[in-house]
């Protein structure tokens, strides 16, 4: 029978050591080391035409032009107020898959659990500057705190739990909700596209970067309760255009976490298309194991199983993200 001062402990390893009070050390750390990455999965490409997941002909959409040079930026905000239905995944993938179309990507984390900056590999508690610091601090410029990735092309300004008192303090400030805008203003002429991971909920970081973006790319899990908490998102966006940013508009929808083997994915799908139309992208994300793989990589599926299904799919959204 296990007693007290055994709990915790693996069997046949020793004890933490203890540190200078007695205490054994706990480490917060969470490190999963990757295995090498899956084997390929079968995945058959559609074709325009053919009906797709959404239940409506597949528009057809041509591979992105090269292009000669790099600028102004167009800035998407990922945004649902609802947690876990895959912005910061789609933020990551979608930003490789545009950088593979050969458009420089800037990844902006501004959600405080720093999540994005997990997923490239980024550990965000041992930053000593954060997308915090260029907001709060007069000398500290964006180019400053900008980290390159592992993707050729796609770079990242990182945020972690210190953005969280940014709410608070940015209440009394003139022209709050113009706050991101202003940050981004020095390096927008050096990419095609800046995507905003935003936190999951409408407060003030939301505002800003809605305020800053020009179009709003809205993840949505093909579940009902997912659903129900849209027409709250959109009625914020109209709220921002009205008063904010008469520049912003709705780029498009994404169906993600779908299964199309139930009968309540299926529901849920034909319900977003009959109710936004041709703003649902054609392209759905379906649920898989992949994802949670990449986390712990810290890549993006389109490098990690580069010939899997979920890298497809987000290839195919860039190309839509492009198109539009």
């Given at each position: 029978m296990s007693t007290p001062e055994h709990a915790g402990q693996t069997w046949g390893a020793p004890p933490p050591p203890p540190s200078p009070s007695g205490v054994?050390?706990?480490?917060?750390?969470?490190?999963?080391?990757?295995?090498?990455?899956?084997?390929?999965e079968d995945h058959t490409e559609q074709v325009a035409g053919e009906m797709g997941?959404?239940?409506?002909?597949?528009?057809?959409?041509?591979?992105?032009?090269?292009?000669?040079?790099?600028?102004?930026?167009?800035?998407?905000?990922v945004c649902n107020q609802k947690g876990?239905?895959?912005?910061?995944?789609?933020?990551?993938?979608?930003?490789?898959a545009l950088s593979e179309y050969g458009r420089k990507v800037l990844l902006v984390d501004f959600?405080?659990?720093?999540?994005?900056?997990?997923?490239?590999?980024?550990?965000?508690?041992?930053?000593?500057?954060?997308?915090?610091?260029?907001?709060?601090e007069r000398d500290v410029g964006v180019g400053d705190v900008i980290m390159r990735t592992p993707v050729e092309g796609m770079d990242l300004l990182p945020s972690n739990i210190d953005l969280?008192?940014?709410?608070?303090?940015?209440?009394?400030?003139?022209?709050?909700?113009?706050t991101l805008v202003r940050t981004l203003r020095p390096v927008i002429e050096h990419y095609d596209y800046v995507l905003v991971d935003c936190q999951p909920s409408l407060g003030l970081l939301t505002v800003n970067a809605l305020a800053?973006?020009?179009?709003?790319?809205?993840?949505?899990?093909?579940?009902?309760?997912?659903?129900?908490?849209?027409?709250?998102?959109?009625?914020?966006?109209?709220?921002?255009?009205?008063r904010l940013n008469p520049k912003l508009e709705i780029t498009g929808i994404l169906a993600t976490m779908y299964d199309p083997r139930t009968l309540h994915s299926r529901e849920v799908m034909a319900r977003v298309v009959e109710a936004f139309g041709d703003v649902v992208f054609d392209t759905v994300i379906n649920r898989t194991v992949r994802f949670p793989e990449t986390t712990v990589a810290g890549e993006p599926i389109t490098s990690w199983a580069p010939?899997?299904?979920?890298?497809k799919a987000y290839r195919a959204l860039a190309r839509e993200v492009i198109a539009r």
């Open positions: 054994p050390r706990a480490s917060v750390e969470l490190s999963l080391a990757p295995h090498a990455a899956p084997a390929d997941p959404t239940g409506r002909p597949l528009r057809f959409v041509a591979d992105p032009p090269l292009i000669a040079g790099h600028g102004p930026a167009k800035i998407l905000a876990g239905v895959g912005k910061t995944t789609s933020t990551i993938n979608l930003g490789a959600d405080p659990q720093g999540a994005l900056s997990v997923g490239l590999g980024v550990h965000p508690h041992q930053l000593d500057q954060t997308i915090y610091n260029v907001i709060m969280s008192a940014a709410e608070i303090q940015l209440v009394s400030e003139v022209g709050r909700e113009h800053a973006a020009d179009g709003v790319l809205i993840p949505l899990e093909c579940e009902f309760f997912s659903l129900r908490g849209v027409a709250l998102l959109i009625d914020t966006i109209e709220k921002v255009r009205e010939r899997s299904a979920g890298a």
